[in-house]
């Protein structure tokens, strides 16, 4: 059984920063990509940052300069630095982990329990 287990979430004041950890537990064999999505109340689930297998990132136009996502494989954890936040920032933030267990199997998407981020002041 694999977990995915976040961090890092909490209250600022705009203009503030926060830096969120997911840490993947289990049998793992290998993690292609690793991302973080957020929703806000009304809103639908929207990718915020992607970091590939390969090495590449991508982060969406909203949060572009000011976010940053980083994988740590040795670890099988990913990090995203939040910077200059905003309230539109305040979201559920979700990581999100595509795996397969063991080299027999497919890859298989999991999701962590959701780290509140609000951006108030």
């Known amino acids: 059984q694999v977990q995915l287990v976040e961090s890092g979430g909490g209250l600022v004041q705009p203009g503030g920063s926060l830096r969120l950890s997911c840490a993947a537990s289990?049998?793992?064999?290998?993690?292609?990509?690793m991302a973080w999505y957020r929703q806000a109340p009304g809103k639908q689930r929207e990718l915020v940052a992607l970091a590939t297998g390969g090495g590449g990132t991508n982060t969406a136009d909203s949060v572009k300069g000011r976010f940053t996502i980083s994988r740590d494989n040795a670890k099988n954890t990913v990090t995203l630095q939040m910077n200059s936040l905003k309230p539109e920032d305040t979201a559920v933030y979700y990581c999100?982990?595509?795996?397969?267990?063991?080299?027999?199997?497919?890859?298989?998407?999991?999701w962590g329990q959701g780290t509140q981020v609000t951006v108030s002041s």
């Open positions: 999100y982990m595509v795996l397969r267990q063991n080299w027999r199997d497919t890859y298989q998407t999991y």
């Open positions: 289990g049998t793992i064999f290998q993690i292609n990509t």
